[in-house]
């Protein structure tokens, strides 16, 4: 089952800008499938960030914006504040196995 | 408000069974495609099946296929999730979440219910 490739880790000083790319293939995110992205803080379930690639939820801070091009994905974070350390996955489709649904390896984003 | 209220989670010994429930409020559960996703302990993610509104499609990842099985009961606002044949590497948070309308992705999540499997 496929899985979408994220860096481990990224880093950034306040008011910095970061990003996480988000990396598939031609059967998932180059297939033209939409991609989400995900918030995850320590002993909590994951939150909603950033949905069809680049729309943010009511409440999300417009900081946050996602984009897409070819095979991969991006999540932006700009203003880097120390409420944004913790773990962030993106989401998509796989059309290489029907109704399969994947998730990006995860990245913890680290506010020095 | 949406709520998605998670149960059934505990410590089981590989090989056995175990139930878990999802217990949904708050909007119309019967118009909305629901997921369990799981997440081992300091791991990331992982999707494990997925049911269509109405509960008659339902697909699930290979690592549970044959294993466990997805169901919904509409009348009851009820997701749950039949666990047979349980390995250590089951071990993990289970969450319940729902669809969006809009599109594939997750709009609400579960609190997490955690499955121990260890003898």
């Known amino acids: 089952q496929s899985v979408l490739t994220q860096p481990p880790s990224v880093s950034g000083a306040p008011g910095q800008r970061v990003t996480i790319s988000c990396t598939g293939s031609?059967?998932?995110?180059?297939?033209?499938?939409?991609v989400h992205w995900y918030q995850q803080f320590p002993g909590t379930a994951p939150k909603l960030l950033v949905y069809?690639?680049?729309n943010r939820p009511s409440g999300v801070p417009d900081r946050f914006s996602g984009s897409k091009s070819g095979t991969s994905a991006s999540l932006a974070i700009t203003g880097l504040q120390a409420e944004d350390e913790a773990d962030y996955y993106c989401?998509?489709?796989?059309?290489?196995?029907?109704?399969?649904?994947?998730f990006g390896t995860g990245t913890k984003v680290t506010v020095l | 408000q949406v709520q998605l209220v998670e149960s059934g989670g505990g410590v089981v010994q590989p090989g056995r069974s175990l139930r878990l429930s999802c217990a949904a409020s708050?909007?119309?559960?019967?118009?909305?495609?629901m997921h369990w996703v799981r997440q081992a302990p300091g791991k990331g993610l992982e999707w494990v099946a997925i049911?269509?509104?109405?509960?008659?499609?339902?697909y699930y990842a290979d690592s549970v296929k044959g294993r466990f099985t997805i169901s919904r009961d509409n009348s009851k606002n009820t997701l749950s999730l039949q666990m047979n044949s349980l390995r250590a590497d089951d071990t993990a948070i289970y969450y319940c979440?729902?669809?969006?309308?809009?599109?594939?992705?997750?709009?609400?999540w579960g609190q997490g219910t955690l499955v121990t499997v260890s003898s």
């Open positions: 049911t269509s509104s109405d509960g008659d499609t339902k």
């Open positions: 069809a690639n680049n």
């Open positions: 708050g909007f119309t559960f019967s118009v909305y495609p």
């Open positions: 989401q998509s489709y796989d059309s290489s196995l029907s109704g399969h649904y994947v």
């Open positions: 979440a729902r669809v969006s309308q809009a599109g594939s992705d997750i709009d609400y």
């Open positions: 031609s059967s998932d995110i180059g297939a033209g499938y939409d």
